[in-house]
């Protein structure tokens, strides 16, 4: 089975500043992954996915993810937050042998300071 | 309506009620989904619903009984709920795709209050 697991339960950021948020899965095979970000009070958006091909991701709000293999990492990269980037963001893994389930991690919560 | 709509928004409950919560997929979808959001533990999948037939029960107390009448709508009934049940429940849906573990979207939730 499939687990996601994010390291960072909460980091704090300057406004203008870079983020990087870590996610590391275990899975077998090549797995399809996903990042997602929740705001306050609402569902989960989609920010990107990765399932083949180029490693570097590029996703919605600037954000992109790079996949690599070798470490069983997918981490999400923001060149320069913005205070609207305050959430909480979700690690996803999902397989190729069960159509529907994804697994997620426990989430980390991204604070903006001006 | 886009996306995917769940009502009502709040909900608080004694715990004697029932109630239901329901959920509206308009992206033409073939997988709904029930997950409960506690706060700092990942999302905990509960049901889901493909083709309108239920695939998978993650060992839900029968306190939480999922409908889902067609392809579009998907309801959780409650019942005689415990406060540990406070919590946001998501219903989300995707286009299942044989051999493709695809994206879910996911609605705003429901955020029941039991006391």
């Known amino acids: 089975a499939q687990s996601v697991t994010q390291p960072d339960i909460h980091i704090t950021v300057s406004e203008g500043a870079s983020l990087e948020l870590r996610c590391n899965y275990s899975y077998g095979a090549t797995p399809y992954l996903f990042w997602y970000v929740q705001s306050p009070g609402q569902g989960l958006q989609l920010l990107l996915k990765?399932?083949?091909?180029?490693?570097l991701v590029q996703g919605i709000k600037g954000f992109e993810a790079e996949f690599k293999r070798s470490q069983s990492s997918f981490n999400l990269r923001k060149p320069s937050v913005h205070w609207s980037d305050a959430a909480e963001y979700f690690c996803?893994?999902?397989?190729?042998?069960?159509?529907?389930?994804?697994?997620f991690g426990a989430g980390t919560t991204v604070t903006v300071r001006a | 309506e886009t996306g995917v709509t769940q009502t009502p928004r709040h909900l608080v409950m004694g715990m004697t009620n029932k109630k239901s919560l329901k959920c509206e997929q308009h992206l033409g979808h073939n997988a709904m989904y029930w997950y409960k959001q506690s706060a700092k533990k990942p999302l905990e999948l509960m049901f889901v619903y493909s083709l309108e037939e239920r695939v998978e029960n993650n060992s839900v107390p029968s306190r939480f009984s999922p409908e889902c009448p067609n392809s579009s709508h998907l309801f959780l009934h409650l019942h005689t709920l415990q406060p540990e049940d406070s919590a946001l429940y998501l219903c989300a849906s995707s286009q299942v795709v044989s051999g493709s573990a695809c994206e879910q979207f996911f609605g705003p939730g429901t955020r029941l209050t039991v006391l």
């Open positions: 990765y399932f083949s091909g180029d490693t």
């Open positions: 996803a893994v999902g397989s190729r042998s069960n159509d529907y389930k994804l697994s």
